[in-house]
């Protein structure tokens, strides 16, 4: 039991990490690379599709997706940011850890907004409060739902 807590209390650290350093980023080279990402996926799509985009036409998706990817990336962070800080809060025994994860990511999710505050070219939006948070929603779900899982496994092999 001591490894899980171990691992999974590394895990939230290295997530607050990440999102640490992305939201330290300033506005230029947040977007560039949200746009280096969304021309690869593209590419991919483009590849798979068996179709070419000019130039031109890249530009013209890269805008028109940037909001989605970017909106994406806090949702998926955030999901494994929920995720990691249940099974943490479940692993140490605490009485509704779903409550405890919640809110230590919803506060989180403010702080990294008012911390954007400070970054040049960048803003603090509830918007993305609120997304951060649908995200920790469902990570928690999975989270609950592989610890239900789990422990239905294990009761079953011991009967």
Not at 66 to 71: D, L, V
Not at 79 to 96: E, P
Not at 102 to 130: K, M, P, T
Request: aromatic share 16%; with cysteine; hydrophobic share 40%.
């Amino acid at each position: 039991m001591r490894n899980k807590r171990i691992t999974f209390t590394m895990l939230v650290i290295l997530c607050l990490g990440i999102i640490f350093c992305f939201s330290h980023q300033n506005g230029s080279v947040s977007e560039s690379l949200s746009d280096s990402f969304t021309i690869k996926i593209i590419d991919l799509y483009a590849k798979v599709r068996d179709k070419k985009y000019s130039l031109e036409e890249k530009k013209i998706l890269v805008k028109r997706l940037r909001a989605f990817i970017r909106k994406s990336a806090h949702f998926t962070i955030y999901l494994m940011l929920g995720f990691s800080s249940y099974l943490t809060f479940y692993s140490y025994g605490f009485n509704h850890p779903i409550f405890y994860s919640i809110l230590f990511c919803f506060l989180y999710a403010c702080s990294d907004e008012v911390h954007q505050l400070f970054v040049n070219d960048r803003s603090g939006r509830v918007l993305d409060v609120f997304i951060d948070t649908c995200g920790v929603c469902l990570g928690n779900g999975i989270g609950l739902f592989l610890q239900k899982y789990i422990k239905k496994k294990r009761k079953m092999r011991h009967r």
